[in-house]
């Protein structure tokens, strides 16, 4: 039989989808699977209710411990950020690609399919994944290239739901570590967002009080909150709570998308925020100064590759192994105080510490600062020798 999976969020292109692969590509079944990886329970059961109803066969993967062990843990080692952008829905695309082809390989499907248009990035990221397999791959939503009206049109005709489409008239996507909002009127950059687009976090104007916690690291990955353990998906999700409350986390960017189109691009990503302001201070505590500028470095590149989903690229593993040597020492507690917005660091601490009170203390005399005369004398050298002025 001609089977194809199709990757499925619920939401009005994928659901158009179901009917399209058998209408338009004469597909006798068509399997839908939805990936967890994080969103919220009220979505993954409306996508439930959904895949069931249209499709022939419905899967939800849950796909949460492994984002977070296999896909943030790494993220937070590199510090990871694209033009200010904490990559949340880059870097889940190529789990949830996975997880659909898993599902391929079990019902031995000939194709695969999603749902993203030609103007953005997750397709790229899902077939970086896809073009890796044996199977054909079809994006109905990019090959049919139907005007919104036609596809609201042929939803109607399938018995699709598309009242939320009109309540909520903006793009949408969820997961764990990010929440990314975008289309409507909010693609006009010059279009101040309203306020009621934003889900997670307290408009920062309104947020009460502040709030003080430690985040404590080891190895480079966050273990727990306050002195108490957690595991990543626990802590993650609390840190949402609680510095959402606070309005921490909201973004709001020109982003320039791989195709190269600029877009205007509007994130809510309270933990997100918290843990890398954190775990990157951390880091300026335990590296040394080579090893901090070369990190920058090795973090600009691997934020480049998670945001065009090429974690397949073996650049993308030799930058992790150099990310991974440094983290060893990357334990250690960071004090944070979320006020009205913000999240700064207010102490930090670490068996690690490079830093050393004694050495730097102006009352110490175990350093002989005339030592440091002779360093002077050569510091500038050439900048004077091309100046013709050697002293
Ligand atoms: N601009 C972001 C990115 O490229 C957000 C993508 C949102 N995806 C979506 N299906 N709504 O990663």
């Known amino acids: 039989?001609?089977?194809?999976?199709?990757?499925?969020?619920?939401?009005?292109?994928?659901?158009?989808?179901?009917?399209?692969?058998?209408?338009?590509?004469?597909?006798?079944?068509v399997i839908t699977v939805t990936v967890d990886v994080g969103q919220p329970q009220e979505d993954l059961e409306k996508a439930e209710a959904r895949?069931?109803?249209?499709?022939?066969?419905?899967?939800?993967?849950?796909?949460?411990?492994?984002f977070v062990e296999e896909y943030l843990f790494p993220l937070i080692k590199a510090n990871g950020s694209y033009e200010g952008y904490t990559l949340g829905q880059a870097i889940a695309r190529p789990l949830i690609a996975k997880k659909v082809l898993e599902v391929a390989d079990r019902e031995h499907v000939s194709a695969v399919a999603h749902g993203c248009t030609g103007k953005g990035n997750d397709q790229l990221r899902f077939e970086a994944i896809f073009r890796a397999s044996k199977y054909k791959i079809h994006a109905p939503m990019r090959e049919l290239n139907l005007a919104r009206s036609e596809e609201i049109e042929y939803a109607l005709e399938h018995g699709i739901d598309v009242s939320t489409t009109f309540e909520k008239p903006y793009s949408v996507d969820e997961n764990l570590w990010s929440r990314s909002i975008e289309g409507g009127r909010l693609?006009?950059?010059?279009?101040?967002?309203?306020?009621?687009?934003?889900?997670?976090?307290?408009?920062?104007?309104?947020?009460?009080?502040?709030h003080q916690l430690s985040l404590e690291f080891e190895k480079g990955i966050p273990i727990s909150l306050n002195g108490t353990r957690l595991s990543g998906l626990q802590l993650i999700k609390e840190l949402n709570e609680v510095a959402g409350k606070h309005g921490v986390g909201r973004t709001d960017i020109m982003e320039d998308r791989i195709l190269g189109l600029k877009a205007r691009e509007?994130?809510?990503?309270p933990a997100a925020t918290v843990i890398l302001t954190a775990h990157k201070d951390l880091e300026s505590l335990v590296l040394t100064r080579q090893e901090r500028r070369f990190k920058d470095l090795v973090d600009s590149e691997w934020s480049e590759l998670?945001?065009?989903?090429?974690?397949?690229?073996?650049?993308?593993?030799?930058?992790?192994?150099?990310?991974?040597k440094t983290q060893e020492r990357v334990t250690g507690s960071v004090t944070m105080l979320l006020h009205k917005g913000m999240a700064s660091v207010r102490a930090r601490s670490s068996p690690n510490a490079l830093y050393s009170e004694e050495l730097v203390s102006f009352n110490d005399k175990s350093l002989d600062q005339r030592d440091a005369e002779g360093f002077s004398k050569y510091h500038g050298f050439q900048s004077r020798a091309y100046r013709k002025f050697v002293k």
């Not at 509007?266 to 990503?269: A, G």
């Not at 998670?306 to 991974?324: Q, S, V, W």
Request: proline letters at 7%; one cysteine or more; hydrophobic letters at 35%.
């Open 306 to 324: 998670a945001y065009e989903g090429l974690l397949d690229e073996p650049l993308y593993a030799a930058l992790e192994a150099f990310i991974n």
């Open 187 to 210: 693609e006009d950059p010059s279009c101040s967002p309203p306020d009621d687009i934003f889900e997670w976090t307290t408009a920062p104007t309104k947020a009460k009080a502040q």
């Open 51 to 66: 895949g069931a109803r249209l499709s022939d066969k419905h899967y939800t993967v849950d796909a949460k411990n492994e």
């Open 266 to 269: 509007i994130y809510e990503h």
């Open 1 to 29: 039989m001609n089977k194809v999976v199709l990757s499925f969020s619920g939401g009005l292109d994928t659901s158009v989808c179901v009917p399209l692969l058998r209408d338009r590509y004469q597909y006798e079944k």
